[in-house]
């Protein structure tokens, strides 16, 4: 039984048995209780201090549902509901205010998945989503892997889960793609303490992968992006003292996304994302050769040129 103090404030009475009881009988939705009642607890529950109730229970029963239909006919008030839940202590760092951020940011990625199975959400809503998740992004400062005590916290990697999630949308075309690259570069580039402590650089390059495999923004501004990542780490290797976090972030995601697209990407199962992702992106041998350029200036001891191959 989780200990109550160690519960973040929700206002609600929890019962752990009844969520874990749910995922028993396979996330079948309870016919006992009202699903507005049972959302509001799971939404407040994204929060729990307890990795429990937040991760086991709260996210997976959510994510199961969304996937499922549960919320078909309730999308647009699940998305504008679950968005909120990114504002909450924004620009706090080591508080435990972070995990309700970054849960509600996976939950919100996957009421945009679904969207992308359904396309039944309108334009609007779906870009309003896009920007209250954008700003959380860029404005989040607690980047921690890990909450002691907590479990995870992984803001970034939900945050990777939104990217790919926006990145699959019919709603974004070639100008909202590139705000999710420019979105991408001013994360990564914003000065931070916090170093990737996990699968971060990989699951962002991921993100990044499934934006280039829309084939829809234009060559010259994904090599612009990509030399705009470089100018971070401009000069730091014949600098004194430590790597600054974020550059050593930068460094770790442009490595990531080199390989990727040098050696190509997968998702699941078979499903419209697997589709999605087979063959190349059409520009991949332009973009290997600008990673190619500016990697060589991520560390000291790369030779100046060399082709990788499969690039020419």
Known sequence: MTDPDR??????????GFWEDVLARGAAVPADRRLDDM??????????????????????????????GVYDDLLPAMGDGISEGLRPGLGEDGTPSVLRRSF???VLAAV???????HGMHREAVLRWGDRGLSWLVAERDLRGHVPGAGR?????????LLRALARSRHLQAEGLGVLLDTLADRLLRPTTHSFSGLEADQLGFAAMTLLHRDAVDTVTVQGWIHRLAA?????????????????????FTRALHLQLLLGVRRGRGGRE?????GPPAARVEVLATLQAVLRTSGPHF????????TR
Do not use: F, K, Y
């Open 7 to 16: 519960r973040a404030p929700t206002g609600a009475a929890l019962d752990p």
């Open 39 to 68: 959302t509001v607890e799971l939404v407040e529950m994204l929060g729990d201090l307890d990795p429990h109730l937040r991760d086991d229970l709260a996210l997976t029963v959510l994510l199961r549902w969304i996937a499922a």
């Open 104 to 106: 509600s940011a996976r």
């Open 112 to 118: 945009i998945d679904r969207d992308n199975v359904l």
């Open 153 to 161: 916290a992984h803001a970034l990697a939900h945050a990777a889960d």
């Open 232 to 252: 971070g780490w401009a000069g730091t290797w014949t600098q004194t003292g430590p790597v600054p976090a974020q550059v050593a972030n930068t460094v770790a």
């Open 274 to 278: 697997q589709a999605a992702l087979e």
């Open 303 to 310: 030779e100046p040129s060399r082709p990788i191959p499969g």
